[in-house]
């Protein structure tokens, strides 16, 4: 079955504990991503990877950190985090035709993260 | 930079009602477009697509979209709104940059109440 897992699900922690959220796809998709999402905010991007080694950020990438060693494989990394950086977290992976465009996506269950 | 735009923040239905939600979307050329609607304490799930071809799209739960390219917009529409579909939903594009690379967007998204 086609599908994106985040691990943990629910976190809390305190302020500069590190800490990493994983995201595992299982589709050979190139592409991921990960969004939080705040209310009034709707879904924005921290950083999305390409390809293997490949990485940019999205509009809201300080304070985040992400590798993509392998294809499957996209943590989010949270250095030192911040009580601001609490937030509803999602990662997704999506599947491109060439230059046809986006043809799937899937998105994980989210990650609720509160930082005390 | 290419932006992503649903101008209402809540919407309030009668059961039974007709529904649209606004999309709009900045960009030269035309995006992928895409409707998710996310359930209370839910992920994310694809109501429809477009990516080229027929202007109006069907999708899952009687949910239909049609693209306007003189308007730049994309909305979403129901005949007759169900209790269920209260929900939140996010309209996203996805378009190309720097050559093959591809950024997903999405709005801030309408949250939809439905009145019995």
């Known amino acids: 079955e086609a599908q994106v897992t985040q691990n943990p699900r629910y976190l809390i922690t305190v302020t500069g504990k590190k800490l990493t959220v994983t995201c595992s796809q299982n589709m050979n998709h190139e592409y991921m991503s990960w969004y939080r999402q705040d209310p009034g905010l709707g879904l924005r991007q921290i950083y999305y990877?390409?390809?293997?080694?490949?990485?940019d950020k999205g509009d809201v990438p300080e304070g985040y950190k992400v590798s993509r060693k392998e294809k499957r494989n996209f943590p989010l990394i949270l250095e030192s985090p911040s009580p601001n950086q609490t937030s509803l977290y999602f990662c997704a992976s999506i599947g491109f035709s060439g230059l046809a465009g986006a043809e799937t996506q899937y998105f994980g269950p989210g990650t609720r993260l509160l930082v005390l | 930079a290419q932006s992503v735009t649903q101008p209402d923040i809540h919407i309030t239905v009668s059961e039974g009602a007709s529904l649209e939600l606004r999309c709009n979307y900045s960009y030269g050329a035309t995006p992928y477009l895409f409707w998710y609607v996310q359930s209370p304490g839910q992920g994310l799930q694809l109501l429809l697509k477009?990516?080229?071809?027929?202007?109006l799209v069907q999708g899952i739960k009687g949910f239909e979209a049609e693209f306007k390219r003189s308007q730049s917009s994309f909305n979403l529409r129901k005949p007759s709104v169900h209790w269920s579909d209260a929900a939140e939903y996010f309209c996203?594009?996805?378009?190309?940059?720097?050559?093959?690379?591809?950024?997903?967007?999405f709005g801030k998204g309408t949250l939809l109440t439905v009145n019995p």
């Open positions: 996203a594009v996805v378009y190309p940059i720097r050559g093959s690379n591809y950024k997903l967007t």
């Open positions: 990877s390409m390809n293997v080694e490949v990485t």
């Open positions: 477009y990516f080229s071809g027929d202007t």
